[in-house]
Structures are given as structure tokens and as C-alpha cells.
């Protein structure tokens, strides 16, 4: 279990500050503010192309430019060089859930080094997702989508972080799949870890997070915390375009 | 006689083939990795090919160092040669027009020739063969020369070597990984900067350790690589750009072809291979082994 189960839980984990983050030319995020207390799951809700992944990319130094603050407990990253920052105790899981199609399976549940003891073992992963035992040497192009997933989310329960980013995990999967995913949040929000989750669907979102935030042309145009949004989910309907 | 060829001739060009095609193999298979990591061609492969042969003479002939260490210690000091070409120049052009590349690794070829032209000359300098691999063994349907049966052995073996870290151990995952999506692999940790700095050193290092083999073969000189690298280049893209497997079997395989070639139609022989490419090229644009995009 992670270190994260001792504090208290409204200490921020994560402190994103006056974010801005360019493609190019493009200017995509525009001054974005977010707070992630430790131990909670905060999503991130919005139309395609408000910013949302490319809020995550940014902690994750995928961004080729930005600017602002990102704190990891008190570290900034924001200059740090993409490899150094997923040791600050943060793992990915990208919206295509990045499986490798040249690694097997098991390469690509052991691809990322661990960053220190508390995370799972590749055998309590698989204990955890069972599916993918029996297919340990096919390649990660071979695998269903909803395996697929379950490989991106395992392999990163595996490096010890605490901190968890999920851009849609479950965007294009079955229902009954798409609970096996809720309920897996669930389980890992107990156990203190600490998630910011990229959602388009907000049943989903309100059944798992504590707080959301909704985000428009890369700025943050509104928060809500487990109540207030059960007020307001017409408007966030809304405002998603459904 | 076989195919109205005697059958001494016919396995003495069979083994030169077989002797080529190791360096073909040894060859392409660094160039492969290096396009498959850097997405760069890099045409200064047969001047680390002449580097290895050239620091292995000045050991050996020069300080009088044994020839294992020498095989062992002129690689080493041209993939660290390689790594600090990477480290100054070459990872800025990273993400640019691949000309970019080819184009700095070109005039590097230039200044490493040339600069060994003015100091050796343009003339040959004889390698001897090392003592203990002098002599022949006889097979009963031909003779063959113990240093060319070892040039194929430690070939091959830095092929098979080479192919094993990178299909079969953690690092070599991670190079896939890296090959495949360096952003994503960056993102879970990997330093993938320091992991193409030691590719490119891996890739020419296996260059100079087919200049050393092929020293005692050829006479050491500053144009040595160049006449090869033109031809591995189009071995390269029969066997599939960055194809691991492929750079290996296509580049054994034709040598051996070249090689037969020299015998039944000999003017024929420094085309052949190119023949195949645009045959190749024509009938699979991937090559053999390459996997078609998109």
C-alpha cells in the first residue's frame, strides 16, 4: 500500500499553477489552475479539444512547450527533463493506453522501472487483472481494447507512484468493462492512491471522483466538489456538448 | 564440376561470400539499430568501419598490442568516439529533415577520410594476420583459411550478441519501447537521451569491429569504408528499414549471392545487389523483414 494512506487527505499532492502549453504555434492551455489533494480523485471534464489531455501530457513533460507551475508534493517539475519526472511518484495512462505493439505483454508491464518498493509486483498485477496471465507473451498489438487497458493501468500500479493520470480509461469499452474499471478506481482510491482522471462521461465521473473540474479552450471555467455538481450536472451536460 | 563450374571455385566464392556477408551483416545490422533509434542514416557508418581498422593498426603495428586486445579495445574507443559525436552534434538535429542528418554524418566522412588521408596516404597499410589464426584447414573438398572461418564466427556471434540484447533482455525492451514511442517512454522514466547516445555508440562500435576483422583482409586504408557502405545501405533497405532480423539474414544472404554472382557472370557482380533492391522496392517497398506503416 502506498505511502500516501498516512497523510491526511486534503494536503495537495498535486499544485498546478497559471499553466500554459503551446503546440507549436498554437497556444492550447491558457493559465490552467488545479489542486489534487492527496488521497482523492479529481477529474478533468470537458469537450474534445478543451485541453484536457493536454493537461496531463503537460505534467508528464510531453508538451513540447509550457509554462507556469507543477508541483508534485513540494518539487517543481516543470523544468525537469521528461524522464526525471515520473520518479517524483506520478505514472500515465494515455488516452490510447500507449501499449507497445513491438513488447509482449510482459515487456510492457515491466517497461517502466520501479520508483520504489511500495507497488505492486508483476504477479499481484496479474492477480488483479487475471485476463492477462494467459496472454503474457502475446504481443501488445494482439490484445483487446479492454485488456488493453487493463495492461496500461497494471503496468503503471507496478512502478510504486502514487499519484496515478488517466486520460479516458473508458473511452471505446464495453459497460461491463467499463465497471470493471469504476470499481477498480474504487479499490485504488482506498488504498490511498492519489488520481487525476480525464472523463468525457460524467455518470462515470460523478460515480468515482471527489472533485471535478471543467475545462473550456484550455482555461478552467468551473470547480465542483461530490455535492455541488449532483446541482449543476445539467449545465456540465452542457457545457460537454451531450 | 557443378553447373559446369569446378567445385574448388565454386566453394572458395561461396566462402568469400559467406566472409563478405558477415561484414554485410555486421554492418547493417548498426545501421539498422542507429536508423531505427535515431531515425538518422548515418553515412559516416563506413568511417567508423575505417576508424576501427585504423585504431587497430596504430595498437597493433604502432604499441605492439596483442591482437584479442585490440579486438576487444579498438570497438570500445570508436563507440566512445561515436557517443561524443552524438552527444556534440548529432542529437541537435533530432525531430529535423532527415537531410539534416545525412548531411553532417556525410561530412563527417569527409573530415575523418580526410584527415587519415594526409597523415597514412591513400595506399594500403598491410595488417598481419594474428599468429594463431595464420594457417589453413583443410575440408576435403576445400581449403579453408583459419583467419576467414574466425572472421565468420566472431561475426556472426556479435550479430547473434546484438540481436539477443535487443529482442530479449529489459535494455533491449527498452530500446523497442524507445524505437516505438519516445515520448511515451520518456514519460514512464526511461532517460531515452542517454539510451541513443549509447545506441549510436553500440551501432558504430559494431562498424569498428568489423573494421578490425576485416583489416588482416583488406589493406588498411582511408577510403576502406566507403566502397562498402554504399552497397550496405542498399542492404539496409532490402532487409527492411531498421529491421533487426532483416539487416542480419539479407545482409549474410547477399553476400553469399554477390559472391555466386562473381562466378557465373562476374561483370555483373558490385550490381547485383542493387538489382535486388529496386526488385525489392518494386515488389515490397517495406523490404523483406520491414513492417508496412500506417
Known amino acids: 500500500m502506498p505511502e500516501a494512506a498516512r497523510d491526511p487527505i486534503d494536503e495537495p499532492l498535486l499544485a498546478i499553477q497559471d499553466l500554459h502549453a503551446w503546440y507549436g504555434e498554437s497556444h492550447v492551455l491558457h493559465g490552467i489552475d488545479i489542486t489534487v489533494p492527496r488521497g482523492s480523485v479529481v477529474t478533468l471534464l470537458g469537450r474534445n479539444g478543451a485541453g484536457k489531455s493536454t493537461t496531463l501530457k503537460s505534467i508528464m513533460g510531453m508538451v513540447p512547450q509550457r509554462r507556469g507551475s507543477i508541483r508534485i508534493q513540494d518539487t517543481e517539475i516543470i523544468d525537469l527533463p521528461p524522464y526525471e519526472i515520473a520518479p517524483q511518484g506520478v505514472a500515465f495512462c494515455p488516452e490510447d493506453r500507449g501499449i507497445y505493439a513491438t513488447l509482449d505483454v510482459k515487456e510492457n508491464l515491466e517497461l517502466p522501472p520501479r520508483i520504489n518498493r511500495s507497488g505492486l509486483s508483476t504477479d499481484q498485477v496479474l492477480d488483479l487483472f487475471p485476463n492477462l496471465r494467459e496472454r503474457l507473451h502475446s504481443p501488445g498489438s494482439k490484445l483487446s481494447g479492454g485488456e488493453q487497458q487493463m495492461l496500461a493501468i497494471g503496468r503503471i500500479l507496478r512502478t510504486g507512484a502514487n499519484l496515478l493520470l488517466l486520460d479516458e480509461p473508458t473511452e471505446g469499452l464495453a459497460p461491463s468493462i467499463v465497471e470493471q474499471i469504476g470499481s477498480t478506481i474504487a479499490r485504488l482510491k482506498q488504498q490511498g492512491y492519489t488520481i487525476l482522471l480525464v472523463e468525457q462521461n460524467l455518470k462515470f465521473a460523478m460515480s468515482v471522483a471527489d472533485y471535478h473540474y471543467l475545462i473550456d479552450h484550455g482555461r478552467v471555467v468551473a470547480s465542483y466538489d461530490r455535492r455541488t455538481i449532483q446541482h449543476h450536472a445539467n449545465d456540465v451536460l452542457e457545457r460537454l456538448g451531450v | ?294
Open chain 2, 1 to 294: 564440376m557443378l553447373f559446369g563450374v569446378p567445385l574448388q571455385a565454386l566453394m572458395g566464392q561461396l566462402m568469400l561470400g559467406i566472409v563478405n556477408g558477415s561484414f554485410y551483416a555486421v554492418l547493417s545490422l548498426g545501421l539498422a539499430i542507429i536508423f531505427g533509434v535515431l531515425k538518422i542514416v548515418n553515412f559516416a557508418h563506413g568511417a567508423f568501419f575505417m576508424l576501427g581498422a585504423f585504431t587497430a593498426f596504430l595498437l597493433a603495428q604502432h604499441l605492439g598490442a596483442n591482437y584479442w586486445f585490440v579486438l576487444f579495445l579498438a570497438p570500445v574507443f570508436v563507440a566512445l568516439v561515436g557517443m561524443l559525436f552524438e552527444w556534440l552534434f548529432l542529437r541537435r538535429l533530432y525531430g529535423l529533415d532527415p537531410i539534416y542528418g545525412l548531411l553532417l554524418t556525410f561530412s563527417l566522412v569527409l573530415v575523418l577520410e580526410g584527415g587519415f588521408r594526409v597523415a597514412f596516404g591513400s595506399s594500403g597499410q598491410p595488417f598481419s594476420t594474428p599468429d594463431m589464426l595464420t594457417g589453413t584447414i583443410n575440408l576435403g573438398f576445400m581449403v579453408l583459411p583459419l583467419y576467414r572461418a574466425f572472421v565468420i564466427v566472431a561475426a556472426l556471434s556479435s550479430c547473434l550478441v546484438t540481436w539477443y540484447v535487443i529482442e530479449r533482455t529489459s535494455l533491449g525492451a527498452s530500446l523497442r519501447a524507445a524505437t516505438e514511442r519516445p515520448d511515451l517512454t520518456q514519460a514512464f522514466g526511461i532517460n531515452v537521451p542517454r539510451l541513443v547516445t549509447l545506441t549510436y555508440g553500440a551501432g558504430v562500435g559494431l562498424a569498428a569491429f568489423a573494421g578490425v576483422l576485416a583489416a588482416p583482409i583488406f589493406h588498411v586504408n582511408p577510403s576502406m569504408g566507403s566502397s562498402l557502405v554504399i552497397t550496405i545501405f542498399a542492404i539496409v533497405v532490402i532487409g527492411g528499414l531498421g529491421s533487426i532480423k532483416g539487416a542480419i539474414i539479407t545482409g549474410l544472404g547477399l553476400g553469399v549471392v554477390e559472391g555466386l554472382t562473381r562466378l557465373f557472370y562476374s561483370e555483373f557482380s558490385s550490381t547485383i545487389v542493387f538489382l535486388i533492391m529496386v526488385l525489392v522496392l518494386m515488389l515490397r517497398p517495406a523490404g523483406l523483414f520491414g513492417r508496412e506503416e500506417g
